[in-house]
Structures are given as C-alpha cells and as structure tokens.
C-alpha cells in the first residue's frame, strides 16, 4: 500500500522543495545562478574567511538548507532525497564561497558524498581553490570505538557544523578551522531509534518493515540497519538504552559540561521528545555532569520516519565559546 503525501510529482518534490524554501526565507537564502541545487547564505561569504560547505541528501530537513546563513554555513550542496550532490553543484558552492582563504567542506560520512565530494574538491583545485574536509562520525551504533572513522554522520552535524561555522565566522585560520571542525567531531555522539519506517517520495512504500510492537536501536537515518530490534519499552527506558551507550563511550566525568540534542526523525511529536529530554536531563544530574544548552526538536530527520536521536556534545572552553558564537540562519539562530 502506498503512503501519503503532500507532493505533486515525486521526482519534483526536491526542486519544488527548495522552490518553496528560498520563497520563504528570501533573507537568509539564494541560489547559484545556473545551479538551483546550490544554495548560498546571503550574509556569511566574505574576503579572508575560510568558506564552509555542507551538503548531502534531501529528507532530512532543516539539515542541510537549515544551517546556511551567517555564522554557520555559507553554502550548501543539496541532494535528491537521501542522495549525495552531484560534484558540479558542490563546486559551484565552493566557488561562490572562496574569500582566498580556503574552504571547508563537511558532511557525513557515506560512500556516495565521499565520492562526490572529492571529486568537487579535485575540480576546486583546478580552479585555485584549496578545500579540505571534515567529516562528521558521530553516530555510536554505525560502528565499533576502535573503527570510528567508519561511522555515519547523523543529527550530531547539529554541534558539529556550529563549531566549524563559528571558527570560520570569527576568520580564524584555515588551519584552526579544520582543528576545531575535528574536535566537535570527536567531541559529538549520537544515538537514534525508530518506531516506524519512512517513504521516499517516488515510491511512496516504506523502505523497511518493523512490527507494530517493536523498536529499531541505532538505526539509520536512511533505514539502515540497527543493533538491536527490540520490543517496544517505555520513553525512560528508551531514553536510558540510548545514554547507556553514549555515556559508556563518552566516560564523562562529575563536573563536565555538554550540551543535548533531543531531536526527532520526522513524525514523532514534541510531547515526546521532551518527555526523553526530562530523562536525559535526570540520568546527567544523577552522574554530575552539567547542560550548558539544549535543543528539542526537528534537526536532522528522516522524512516521516517515527523515532528520535540523542546527541551528547562534550564541552570544553573552546568548543562552548563556538557553541554560544551567534549565527542567523534561515531555520536557527542562536546567540
């Protein structure tokens, strides 16, 4: 049976998406002339700044459109749903946000944006401009400690991009940017669990099956598999399964400071979120270990899968001083 959807033709649904979204935040958002896949913060690219690239898939909005505006992103490079960018329009970014100072590319970790990536970043270079890349690896459950550069990047971007962004923004150098786009990497953990699947819309049929009585630990945010299906428990217990593992690899001590990303996957509701967020809130007091910031809500979704992520971001002077940075982009704000 197919979903529902608020779409006309499914392979327009992107275009006719970023359509919509450069209507509404005309401000903060336009897109390369020629290159409608591009979309460039209107405030942030300058003379002497390192530019900062994101990008990836369509289907996890705010991600990656979100996060383009001043103090943040000056560009990013957008996807057909769950799809890398093609390299041209990532080149076209990494033009259109060249101040002769470098430019940063970021997103996460899959093998068709790996690709696509450095294709772009190789084509920059015959134009002059040097790029580098972070990746982001936050999510716990894609991979064992030991093999962390194998993990797939997830809502954890949220922290991650809003360090690089803040360096970039206060025109450190391209070295410290790519050093503290690292640290937040390393610094950033996250993990998710889904109750139902989503749908592409294409097809409009969910892409993996659960019961109606079950739970996915770890998945993906594009249905990939977890580590563990479980039947389905309670929002403490739920919550406390996710801690368990993003403590246990964190170690944090009595004392440390983080800041939380309760973030939903598309359908679950704010009800719910902050009925875990209460929970991450109680199992942090119980170990010492102080909220400097938090936000509940839609960040990094998968179109209207139900389920939710939770992030832990480690925070030490330096990456709290980029956390609190200011930045106005089209769907957050911060400072």
Not at 217 to 227: A, Y
Request: aromatic share 6%.
């Amino acid at each position: 049976m197919q979903t529902k959807k608020i779409i006309n033709d499914g392979n327009r649904a992107v275009d006719e998406m970023l359509e919509g979204i450069l209507a509404a935040h005309p401000r903060h958002l336009k897109s390369v002339e020629g290159s409608p896949r591009s979309i460039v913060a209107r405030d942030g690219p300058r003379q002497g700044k390192v530019g900062l690239v994101i990008g990836g898939g369509s289907g996890h909005e705010p991600s990656f459109l979100g996060f383009v505006g001043k103090g943040l992103a000056d560009a990013a490079a957008i996807g057909n749903v769950f799809a890398s960018p093609p390299p041209d329009p990532i080149l076209e970014c990494a033009k259109a946000v060249s101040g002769g100072a470098g430019v940063l590319f970021m997103y996460g970790n899959y093998a068709g944006d790996v690709m696509n990536f450095d294709m772009a970043a190789e084509m920059a270079a015959m134009d002059d401009i040097e790029v580098r890349t972070v990746l982001s690896t936050d999510d716990v459950a894609s991979a064992p400690r030991d093999q962390r550069h194998k993990r797939r990047g997830v809502a954890g971007n949220f922290f991650i991009f809003k360090a690089a962004g803040a360096a970039c923004d206060r025109m450190l150098s391209f070295d410290e940017c790519e050093r503290i786009a690292g640290k937040a990497n390393d610094h950033t953990f996250t993990m998710g669990v889904a109750l139902s699947p989503c749908s592409l819309p294409q097809t409009r049929r969910p892409n993996f099956e659960i019961g109606p009585d079950e739970m996915e630990i770890g998945m993906g945010i594009h249905g990939e598999p977890g580590i563990a299906r479980e039947k389905l428990k309670t929002a403490d217990e739920i919550t406390n399964e996710m801690l368990d593992r993003i403590l246990d690899e964190m170690a944090p001590a009595r004392g440390d400071k983080v800041a939380v990303l309760v973030n939903s996957l598309g359908s679950t509701p704010l009800m719910e979120l902050y009925i875990m967020n209460r929970r991450v809130k109680q199992r942090l007091d119980e170990i010492g270990v102080s909220i400097h910031a938090s936000w509940v809500g839609n960040y990094c979704t998968s179109l209207e899968m139900a389920g939710a992520s939770i992030t832990l971001h480690r925070l030490d002077g330096e990456l709290q001083t980029m956390l609190d940075h200011p930045c106005d982009c089209a769907m957050f704000r911060a400072g």
